[in-house]
């Protein structure tokens, strides 16, 4: 089955501690992106890759890292998590190359800083 | 100006109703619009988009009316079911690039 997946689903950390979202793709999808999901804000691009090896910045890329090491899988690093950092957090695959590639979105993980 | 501005916030109909819901952008650029689906637990799916050459596309109960010159798109859904109870973004892409700006979100709920 083709499919996006996540983990964990749920998270919850303190303040400070180093935590990593993985993330994997089977459909062989070139780009790969994380978002952010808050109430009233929608969805907020993190990060983004279009290939291995090639990461850039999305419109809130602060207090995150990425890598994307193999094409299947881009995981999401906080390296010192803070309580704005507690939110719905998505990765989503696609074809790379237009916009009108469908975007499959993963389950989402849900974050809590404390 | 990146935006894409989404209207309303949530929506309550009765089953059988015809929900709408606007987005508004501002970049003639946008050159593609999709509308996604999202229900409780589970990531955003894609559920029609169109592009800017045609005013209204059609899939099933979903039409997606779009007016060019008054920069604004919207989402209709016919004869609304309670399985349509979601959030629902509108989004919008720039030419030639994969990234896809948001709306806020609209929370549907179709009573019974």
């Known amino acids: 089955e083709a499919q996006v997946t996540q983990n964990p689903r749920y998270l919850i950390t303190v303040t400070g501690k180093k935590l990593t979202v993985t993330c994997s793709q089977n459909?062989?999808?070139?780009?790969m992106s994380w978002y952010r999901q808050d109430p009233g804000l929608g969805l907020r691009q993190i990060y983004y890759?279009?290939?291995?090896?090639?990461?850039d910045k999305g419109d809130v890329p602060e207090g995150y890292k990425v890598s994307r090491k193999e094409k299947r899988n881009f995981p999401l690093i906080l390296e010192s998590p803070s309580p704005n950092q507690t939110s719905l957090y998505f990765c989503?695959?696609?074809?790379?190359?237009?916009?009108?590639?469908?975007?499959?979105f993963g389950p989402g993980t849900r974050l809590t800083v404390l | 100006q990146q935006q894409v501005k989404q209207s309303p916030q949530s929506l309550i109909v009765q089953k059988g109703g015809i929900p709408i819901i606007n987005c508004a952008y501002e970049?003639?650029?946008?050159?593609?619009f999709p509308w996604y689906q999202q229900f409780p637990g589970k990531g955003p799916a894609l559920l029609i988009a169109?592009?800017?050459?045609?005013s209204e596309k059609k899939e099933g109960r979903f039409t997606i009316s779009f007016n060019k010159s008054a920069k604004q798109f919207s989402l209709h859904i016919m004869d609304s079911q309670p399985g349509d109870s979601a959030t629902y973004f509108c989004?919008?892409?720039?030419?030639?690039?994969?990234?896809?700006?948001f709306g806020t979100g609209t929370r549907l709920l179709v009573s019974p």
């Open positions: 169109i592009r800017p050459d045609v």
């Open positions: 989503a695959s696609s074809f790379q190359g237009q916009a009108y590639n469908e975007q499959f």
């Open positions: 890759s279009m290939n291995v090896e090639v990461t």
């Open positions: 989004a919008a892409s720039l030419t030639g690039f994969q990234k896809l700006v």
């Open positions: 970049n003639t650029a946008f050159d593609y």
């Open positions: 459909m062989n999808h070139e780009y």
